[in-house]
């Protein structure tokens, strides 16, 4: 099996997707077609013993587009043509010009009142010129899709317009015809625009890197000063430090990022210190300090300092990148109610045409109605089977759905995970790196035996400094924040499963666990209860003491997400009936960081498969669940809950790659506004289902009483068009 991929021209809404899917899925050796409105692209996956790729291009000919071999710069290898930009909006003005030159002109000849009567006065050849000029230019990118349609007989919504048209004209109707033509060409016109609006908003999130990186070599790489400045993009700046395109720079590269500029690549800060802002990628609202070691992402903007970094990742993987992908191929994945509509318009529209056909037919037949009266009535009934603002009105509210999430760092990989949020009763999160943030503290201190806590964290501090155990790193950062420096310690021993031992100013001292205390025989009930009290609060103890006795104990424990309480109430208060915290840890400080957070149930001490079980037990009971976790060690849970999330997305692949959505930040806020977004999103998705209907029903009654009229039919249908366009772009703004 082989896979090509195509820029479609004239792909701007799911009508044209259904048409190429009619046209290429039934060809011999076609497996799978995917498509990416966003960008215009059309994936083909394909058995090359049965079909070649100059066969799939002449298909999409056949529909009346044009594809073009894909390149990830295909607007710069391919730029469109002034006609292929513009064609559209140029004949649209034409048609409504040639109408408005036609009306003007046969009111003028033949007085106002013949200009829109039926049959008041013989139409002059000049207007009926005119006329045509209108319905020529009005159906010209809609008659290819009419003909194939009616080829193929499977009628859609262009060809239903050019029926109209045609028989406007057959009754003598030009005026009805052209206006029709014009207004059709008007609301397809307003489709494209409105994805182009929202495929603009996606460009403007994704055009977040710099084409150029200022990679440092030789001496510069150590931190040698720069020199001179930069005569063009494409020339060395001095011996050590150059401007490169950033796909040809290294893994391992130095590159220096100035005050205001964009990190241009995946790294890690080797030199310097600065506040970066990572809201394009993260949409976190604050700066976030970045100093040695620390990784910085594609897109981010440096703040005021001065940074080298090393890159870590092509272009190609960087987070961004990643986001660009899970972006575009989100479109594909169709969310409920784009499915429903695109179901119900299939029916819909035969439905309506043998309803039209009943129109014509019945009332001269059987009740001796005039045949053009009810050709007419017919003819209305057409126009009005066009969902076009039905078919347009999901799809819209999903790209502006998805677009507004990742701008707010929310990744949503895909409409069909728009709606699910909206229907959560309860969500599941892990305890570690979601509740918490996953790194140990400090958070009690207890000196003993005459010891200031300046002198128990002096000699935890020169012990730790030589280990690399996360409670010993707690520890040092503790020591490094109250200004204490670690003495050298001499004769560092690792006891193995126990702590460690050193000689600090000719004294032997040691650091343990409460199980090494009892070994040693140095416990007193006193300590036993007050190490007992700090364990069942959730916290790992450390022992320090000397061969004469106890110095204290330092509580460390993975502290609560700052948010976490005001995360979890917002939940609550969004609709969420039951959050529960699942983690492996022990249970006291399962329940110690449970009762902190505000969380309605705890299970501790579970092994992966029992976090399975806890979610298979919450859709039971709730049907509708959320799993919250890394995106790794909780991959099984989230695949078996309702919807997977993942927290701290931002440079971790396979956090992207599990979740059905990904929080880019660690941010707990994020859950919250995603309910929000997604109820926000799915009832202006119903708004405009509902009125499309609404107004489709209204018309269906005027007609069968004989009160509608063809221009009436096709404005009401272009302005709601219009109407659902710019009640789905409102959720672009729906930031926070």
Same mark, same amino acid.
């Given at each position: 099996?082989?896979?090509?991929? %195509?820029?479609? @021209?004239?792909?701007?809404?799911?009508?044209?997707?259904?048409?190429?899917?009619?046209?290429?899925?039934?060809?011999?050796?076609?497996?799978? /077609?995917? #498509?990416?409105?966003?960008?215009?692209?059309?994936?083909?996956? %394909?058995?090359?013993?049965?079909?070649?790729?100059?066969? /799939?291009?002449?298909?999409?000919?056949?529909?009346?587009?044009?594809?073009?071999?894909?390149? *990830?710069?295909?607007?710069?290898?391919?730029?469109?043509?002034?006609?292929?930009?513009?064609?559209?909006?140029?004949?649209?003005?034409?048609?409504?010009? #040639?109408?408005?030159?036609?009306?003007?002109?046969?009111?003028?000849?033949?007085?106002?009142?013949?200009?829109?009567?039926?049959?008041?006065?013989?139409?002059?050849?000049?207007?009926?010129?005119?006329?045509?000029?209108?319905?020529?230019?009005?159906?010209?990118?809609?008659?290819?899709?009419?003909?194939?349609? =009616?080829?193929?007989?499977?009628?859609?919504?262009?060809?239903?317009?050019?029926?109209?048209?045609?028989?406007?004209?057959?009754?003598?109707?030009? #005026?009805?015809?052209?206006?029709?033509?014009?207004?059709?060409?008007?609301?397809?016109? @307003?489709?494209?625009?409105?994805?182009?609006?929202?495929?603009?908003?996606?460009?403007?999130?994704?055009?977040?890197?710099?084409?150029?990186?200022?990679?440092?070599?030789?001496?510069?790489?150590?931190?040698?000063? *720069?020199?001179?400045?930069?005569?063009?993009?494409?020339?060395?700046?001095?011996?050590?430090?150059?401007?490169?395109?950033?796909?040809?720079?290294?893994?391992?590269?130095?590159?220096?990022?100035?005050?205001? *500029?964009?990190?241009? @690549?995946?790294?890690?800060?080797?030199?310097?210190?600065?506040?970066?802002?990572?809201?394009?990628?993260?949409?976190?609202?604050?700066?976030?300090?970045?100093?040695?070691?620390?990784?910085?992402?594609?897109?981010?903007?440096?703040?005021?300092?001065?940074? !080298?970094?090393?890159?870590?990742?092509?272009?190609?993987?960087?987070?961004?990148?990643?986001?660009?992908?899970?972006?575009?191929?989100?479109?594909?994945?169709?969310?409920?109610?784009?499915?429903?509509?695109?179901?119900?318009?299939? %029916?819909?529209?035969?439905?309506?045409?043998?309803?039209?056909?009943?129109?014509?037919?019945?009332?001269? &037949?059987?009740?001796?109605?005039?045949?053009?009266?009810?050709? %007419? !009535?017919? +003819?209305?009934?057409?126009?009005?089977?066009?969902?076009?603002? @039905?078919?347009?009105?999901?799809?819209?509210?999903?790209?502006?759905?998805?677009?507004?999430?990742?701008?707010?760092g929310v990744l949503i990989k895909g409409g069909l995970y728009i709606e699910t949020p909206a229907r959560l009763k309860a969500i599941a999160?892990?305890?570690?790196?979601? +509740?918490?943030?996953?790194?140990?503290?400090?958070?009690?201190?207890?000196?003993?035996?005459?010891?200031?806590?300046?002198? =128990?964290?002096?000699?935890?501090?020169?012990?730790?400094?030589?280990?690399?155990?996360?409670?010993?790193?707690?520890?040092?950062?503790?020591?490094?924040?109250?200004?204490?420096?670690?003495?050298?310690?001499?004769?560092?021993?690792? +006891?193995?499963?126990?702590?460690?031992?050193?000689? =600090?100013?000719?004294?032997?001292?040691?650091?343990?666990?409460?199980?090494? =205390?009892?070994?040693?025989?140095q416990e007193t009930p006193q300590m036993h209860e007050k190490l007992e009290s700090l364990s069942s609060a959730g916290s790992s103890v450390?022992?320090?003491?000397?061969?004469?006795?106890?110095?204290?104990?330092?509580?460390?424990?993975?502290?609560?997400?700052?948010?976490?309480?005001?995360?979890?109430?917002?939940?609550?208060?969004?609709?969420?009936?039951?959050?529960?915290?699942?983690?492996?840890?022990?249970?006291?400080?399962?329940?110690?960081?449970?009762?902190?957070?505000?969380?309605?149930?705890?299970?501790?001490?579970?092994?992966?498969?029992?976090?399975?079980?806890?979610?298979?037990?919450?859709?039971?009971?709730?049907?509708?669940?959320?799993?919250?976790?890394?995106?790794?060690?909780?991959?099984?849970?989230?695949?078996?809950?309702?919807?997977?999330?993942?927290?701290?997305?931002?440079?971790?692949?396979?956090?992207?790659?599990?979740?059905?959505?990904?929080?880019?930040?660690?941010? &707990?806020?994020?859950?919250?506004?995603?309910?929000?977004?997604?109820?926000?999103?799915?009832?202006?998705?119903?708004?405009?289902?509902?009125?499309? /209907?609404?107004?489709?029903?209204?018309?269906?009654?005027?007609?069968?009483?004989?009160?509608?009229?063809?221009?009436?039919?096709?404005?009401?249908?272009?302005?709601?068009? /219009?109407?659902?366009? #710019?009640?789905?772009?409102?959720?672009?703004?729906?930031?926070?």
């Amino acid at each position: 099996m082989a896979t090509v991929m %195509y820029k479609i @021209l004239g792909m701007d809404c799911a009508e044209e997707v259904a048409t190429l899917k009619k046209e290429l899925g039934p060809m011999p050796g076609v497996q799978d /077609l995917r #498509f990416d409105i966003f960008n215009a692209k059309m994936t083909v996956d %394909y058995a090359e013993d049965a079909v070649k790729p100059d066969d /799939l291009q002449a298909a999409v000919k056949r529909t009346g587009m044009r594809a073009e071999p894909w390149s *990830e710069n295909t607007e710069n290898l391919h730029p469109p043509t002034l006609w292929a930009r513009s064609g559209r909006t140029v004949l649209t003005a034409a048609s409504g010009a #040639f109408v408005a030159a036609a009306f003007s002109t046969n009111a003028a000849m033949s007085g106002l009142r013949a200009a829109v009567s039926e049959g008041a006065a013989p139409v002059p050849l000049i207007v009926k010129v005119l006329y045509a000029g209108a319905v020529v230019t009005g159906v010209w990118f809609v008659a290819p899709k009419a003909w194939l349609a =009616l080829r193929r007989l499977r009628p859609d919504m262009n060809l239903l317009m050019v029926i109209a048209v045609i028989g406007a004209i057959g009754i003598g109707q030009w #005026f009805e015809g052209a206006t029709v033509a014009f207004l059709f060409a008007l609301s397809i016109l @307003l489709e494209a625009w409105s994805v182009g609006r929202a495929r603009r908003a996606v460009a403007a999130l994704m055009a977040l890197t710099p084409p150029k990186a200022r990679v440092i070599h030789g001496d510069n790489a150590d931190g040698a000063p *720069e020199t001179g400045d930069a005569q063009d993009g494409n020339h060395e700046r001095d011996a050590h430090e150059h401007m490169m395109d950033v796909a040809d720079v290294a893994v391992g590269s130095t590159v220096l990022v100035k005050p205001g *500029e964009k990190f241009p @690549l995946d790294g890690k800060i080797a030199k310097g210190q600065s506040s970066v802002n990572q809201a394009p990628i993260t949409g976190e609202s604050m700066p976030v300090s970045k100093s040695p070691g620390d990784d910085v992402f594609a897109g981010t903007i440096n703040g005021d300092g001065t940074v !080298e970094f090393t890159t870590t990742k092509k272009t190609g993987d960087t987070t961004v990148a990643h986001i660009i992908k899970m972006v575009g191929e989100a479109q594909s994945r169709r969310s409920p109610s784009e499915q429903w509509v695109e179901k119900f318009a299939r %029916y819909y529209t035969p439905i309506v045409m043998i309803l039209a056909v009943v129109v014509i037919v019945i009332p001269p &037949l059987l009740f001796g109605g005039a045949w053009s009266k009810w050709f %007419y !009535e017919g +003819l209305v009934l057409l126009v009005i089977a066009c969902p076009c603002a @039905l078919v347009i009105s999901t799809p819209v509210s999903v790209v502006a759905a998805l677009a507004s999430a990742a701008k707010n760092g929310v990744l949503i990989k895909g409409g069909l995970y728009i709606e699910t949020p909206a229907r959560l009763k309860a969500i599941a999160m892990d305890k570690t790196g979601t +509740l918490t943030e996953g790194r140990p503290a400090v958070r009690e201190v207890v000196p003993l035996s005459g010891h200031t806590e300046r002198e =128990l964290i002096e000699i935890a501090a020169a012990i730790e400094s030589r280990s690399e155990h996360p409670l010993a790193r707690a520890v040092v950062a503790y020591a490094e924040a109250a200004g204490i420096r670690a003495q050298p310690a001499e004769n560092f021993q690792v +006891l193995q499963g126990k702590g460690a031992s050193a000689r =600090l100013d000719g004294k032997d001292v040691w650091i343990g666990s409460h199980r090494y =205390l009892e070994e040693r025989g140095q416990e007193t009930p006193q300590m036993h209860e007050k190490l007992e009290s700090l364990s069942s609060a959730g916290s790992s103890v450390v022992v320090i003491g000397n061969s004469e006795h106890v110095c204290g104990f330092i509580a460390v424990a993975d502290r609560i997400r700052p948010n976490a309480k005001d995360a979890v109430a917002n939940l609550r208060a969004a609709g969420i009936e039951h959050v529960i915290m699942l983690t492996g840890d022990n249970r006291g400080t399962g329940e110690a960081v449970g009762k902190e957070a505000g969380v309605d149930e705890v299970k501790a001490e579970l092994l992966p498969e029992d976090k399975v079980k806890a979610i298979e037990e919450l859709v039971a009971r709730f049907g509708q669940v959320a799993m919250v976790g890394d995106g790794v060690n909780d991959a099984p849970a989230m695949a078996r809950a309702t919807l997977g999330i993942a927290m701290g997305a931002a440079g971790t692949d396979a956090a992207i790659e599990t979740a059905d959505i990904a929080l880019m930040s660690d941010d &707990l806020s994020k859950l919250p506004w995603l309910l929000r977004h997604s109820r926000r999103a799915m009832s202006i998705i119903r708004q405009n289902i509902i009125a499309s /209907l609404t107004v489709k029903a209204v018309f269906v009654v005027l007609t069968l009483l004989g009160h509608a009229s063809l221009w009436a039919a096709i404005a009401a249908d272009t302005g709601m068009s /219009l109407l659902v366009v #710019f009640n789905a772009l409102r959720l672009l703004g729906s930031i926070e």
